[in-house]
Each structure stands twice: as C-alpha cells, then as structure tokens.
Nanobody, 128 residues
C-alpha cells in the first residue's frame, strides 16, 4: 500500500519561503503522477500543483511562486513543493497525493481531482 509522509510546514511571515517534502513508500516503482493540494477549514480543497512524468502544472494562485519537483535518484521518490513569496492566503494544510493511474496528458482538470492516496498533511501558516 502506498504511504505518503509530508514534512516542512511551519509558520512564516509574508514574503518568506518554505519547502515541503513528501516521501513516498510502500511500492516498488517510480511514481509518475503526483501532486499537492491544500485545504482550509470551511473552504473547498484547492489543487496547487501536479507533476506528470516530469511535466508540471500549477494553479493560477501560485503560478510563478511555487515549484513542484521530484527526486527519483537512487530508488528515492521524494516530492517537493518550493514555496516562495508566501502570502497570508496561502495559509492551509498542505497534502501530498498520488495515483497509480498516470493520465494520458496534463491539463488543468488534473488540479481538481480525488486522489486515491494522500498523506496526513503539513500545516503552513503565513502571517502578514
């Protein structure tokens, strides 16, 4: 069973940076389709970024500020989310997610989806 563990959350002031990490385990092959989404109590889930076989896609709200990447070297499978120029509206619980199914193409529809595997989340709080 796929297990995902996020880390790297914390509290920063507006304009600051954080890098989230997600370690995937419980399987024996590279994950070619992964993503990050965030959720705040009382608000809908928001897809932040996805990476599909090396191609990336971002929500408009984070484009130019966030970068998603993967490290698959040496049998590792770590997903990252580098977050720069953070804003108070970025405050949320951030979740790493993956799917066994790799979609045939990448597009904005992939940001708003139900992921079969997700981690427990890591909290990001940005103060003004």
């Amino acid at each position: 069973r796929v297990q995902l563990l996020e880390s790297g959350g914390g509290s920063v002031q507006a304009g600051g940076s954080l890098r989230l990490s997600c370690t995937a385990s419980g399987y024996g092959y590279r994950r070619d389709f992964m993503g990050w989404f965030r959720q705040t109590p009382g608000k809908e889930r928001e897809g932040v970024a996805v990476i599909r076989v090396g191609s990336t896609l971002y929500a408009d709200s984070v484009k130019g500020r966030f970068t998603i990447s993967q490290d698959n070297a040496n049998n590792k499978n770590i997903l990252y989310l580098q977050m720069n120029n953070l804003k108070p509206e970025d405050t949320a619980m951030y979740y790493c997610a993956t799917d066994d199914m790799v979609p045939p193409s990448i597009g904005p529809w992939l940001l708003d989806r139900d992921w079969p595997y997700r981690g427990q989340g890591t909290q990001v709080t940005v103060s003004s």
